[in-house]
C-alpha cells in the first residue's frame, strides 16, 4: 500500500525567513507602521498572515490587517520572493523518497504564494503529489484541515507529518498521523519537545535514514 508525507514548506523545506522579513516590514511601512524587528517576527512564523500582524499591531482593525495581507503578498510574490532558496540536499532527498512515498507539500500561505515560492528556489512543484494552502481549507495549522484534505484527495491515510513549528505537530497529532520535528526553522528544540513529536531531526535530509 502507497505511503503518504505530509510537509511544511517555510524553513522545513525553503529557507525563507528573509523573504518573509523584508515582505512584512514593507507592508508595515506602508500603512504608517513601524517595522517590526526580525527576531520578534521569526517566533510567529508558523502562524497565518493575519496573527502574525495581530500579534504585532493588536489594536489593527480586521480590515487594516486584511489589508497589510495583501501588500505582504504583493512585495513578496512581487520584490523579496528573490531571496528564498531550498535548503542544501532538499531537491536530491524529495527525490529519494518520491521512489517510496507520495509527497503532500502543506503551507499555511496561499496556493499562489506555494507556487511562487517553489518556482523562485527553483523546486519543482512536480516533486509533490498534491499542494495546500491556508486558502483551500476552512481552519489552517494547528488544525488538521490540510492533512485531511490531502488524505482525501489523494486517497490515502498520512503516515507522516514533518514540520518545523510546534503548530505542524499540533496539526499532525489532531490528524492522528506521526509528527516529525526539524531544526531548520526558528523554534528550539525544547520548544518543540514539549509537543512530543515522534522524531526531532535536524533537518528534512535527515528523513530516508529514519522512515
Excluded: W
Excluded at 50 to 66: A, C, D, G, Q, T
Amino acid at each position: 500500500m502507497e505511503k503518504l508525507i505530509c510537509f511544511d514548506m517555510d524553513n522545513t523545506i525553503l529557507d525563507s525567513n528573509k523573504a518573509h522579513i523584508l515582505a512584512y516590514n514593507k507592508a508595515f511601512e506602508k500603512s504608517g507602521l513601524k517595522k517590526v524587528k526580525p527576531e520578534k517576527l521569526k517566533k510567529l512564523f508558523g502562524l497565518i498572515h493575519i496573527k502574525i500582524i495581530k500579534k504585532n499591531f493588536p489594536k489593527l482593525k480586521l480590515k487594516e490587517i486584511k489589508k497589510i495581507v495583501e501588500d505582504h503578498n504583493y512585495f513578496m510574490m512581487n520584490e523579496t520572493k528573490k531571496y528564498i532558496k531550498p535548503f542544501e540536499g532538499v531537491e536530491s532527498t524529495l527525490k529519494k523518497l518520491r521512489k517510496k512515498y507520495r509527497l503532500a507539500l502543506l503551507s499555511n500561505c496561499s496556493h499562489k504564494e506555494i507556487l511562487v515560492s517553489l518556482k523562485a528556489a527553483k523546486l519543482d512543484k512536480n516533486l509533490f503529489d498534491i499542494l495546500i494552502g491556508n486558502d483551500e481549507v476552512k481552519h489552517p495549522k494547528p488544525s488538521p484541515d490540510e492533512i485531511i484534505k490531502a488524505e482525501h484527495l489523494l486517497h490515502l491515510k498520512a503516515d507522516y507529518m514533518v514540520g518545523d513549528t510546534i503548530y505542524d505537530i499540533m496539526a499532525g497529532k489532531k490528524a492522528g498521523v506521526k509528527t516529525i520535528a526539524v531544526l531548520t526553522g526558528n523554534q528550539s528544540k525544547n520548544l518543540l519537545s514539549k509537543e512530543k513529536p515522534f522524531l526531532i531531526l535536524k533537518s528534512v535530509n535527515e528523513l530516508p535514514k529514519f522512515i
